[in-house]
């Protein structure tokens, strides 16, 4: 998708995409990861997702990349941080205690920036690509973050029946672009209530990738 997509959306806050509360499948599996205690925890895409406030709640640190500034603005205005902005490269690093969040295009963070992180929490990220930047977008997921283990949550339904994003990605798929490179491991399969946008039935899937 185009840049100018997202930052429309977020104008014209049509984030259906954002969860109220915490994601339950984040919730139920993230303890799978095994990660430290006060590990660091990257979320690529994040908008300005909940499951931030509960991983912070949970004793992690937490790193994000997004696109939107206003995103990330009304992140910190709801968890009620300030943030000390500074410029990084070519994105914006806002910072606050336990929380590192960098604006602008992910292709354009560096591992060096990022820093070390223990894990990964993919939610509507992959799922938010068209195919063509899929594969791109997973090498460099990985290259970032030391091919740290991962949480990832897609969606699978009939592609033909509604456009993207979310779009429909298939088991195979997730195994195409991860297989080589880690274990993977299907947590949880299982039917979205209503389907989506009442266009169609849609099944979310949490993975274990270690
Ligand atoms: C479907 S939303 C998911 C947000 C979040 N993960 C959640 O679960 O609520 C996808 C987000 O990715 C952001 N985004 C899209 N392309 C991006 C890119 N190239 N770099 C960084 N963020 C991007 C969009 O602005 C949007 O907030």
Redesign the pocket.
């Known amino acids: 998708?185009e840049?100018d997509?997202?930052?429309r959306?977020?104008a014209n806050n049509e984030?259906g995409?954002?969860?109220g509360e915490a994601?339950a499948l984040l919730v139920k599996h993230f303890g799978r990861l095994s990660i430290p205690e006060g590990g660091r925890v990257f979320?690529?895409?994040?908008?300005?997702?909940?499951?931030i406030a509960w991983l912070l709640s949970q004793g992690y640190r937490v790193a994000g990349?997004?696109?939107?500034e206003v995103?990330i603005q009304q992140l910190f205005d709801e968890l009620g941080t300030e943030p000390e902005v500074s410029a990084a490269g070519n994105l914006t690093h806002y910072r606050a205690d336990k929380i590192d969040m960098f604006v602008?295009?992910?292709?354009?963070?560096s591992g060096n920036l990022l820093g070390q992180v223990h894990a990964v929490y993919?939610?509507?990220?992959l799922?938010?690509?068209p195919d063509s930047?899929r594969e791109v977008?997973t090498s460099h997921l990985m290259d970032i973050t030391g091919r740290a283990p991962q949480l990832l949550i897609t969606f699978e339904y009939d592609q033909e029946l509604m456009d993207g994003?979310?779009f429909s990605i298939r088991d195979g798929e997730v195994r195409q672009h991860y297989r080589n490179h880690y274990r993977l491991t299907q947590l949880e399969r299982k039917d979205v209530p209503g389907g989506f946008k009442g266009q169609c039935a849609a099944r979310e899937s949490a993975w274990l990738l270690t």
Not at 43 to 49: A, R, V
Not at 104 to 109: C, M, N, S, V, Y
Not at 122 to 125: C, G, H, L, S, V
């Open positions: 998708m840049a997509f997202w930052h959306k977020w984030t995409f954002h969860e994601n979320l690529p895409l994040c908008g300005k997702t909940r499951d990349a997004e696109l939107s995103a602008g295009d992910i292709f354009q963070l993919d939610r509507a990220a799922v938010a690509l930047m977008y994003p979310p």
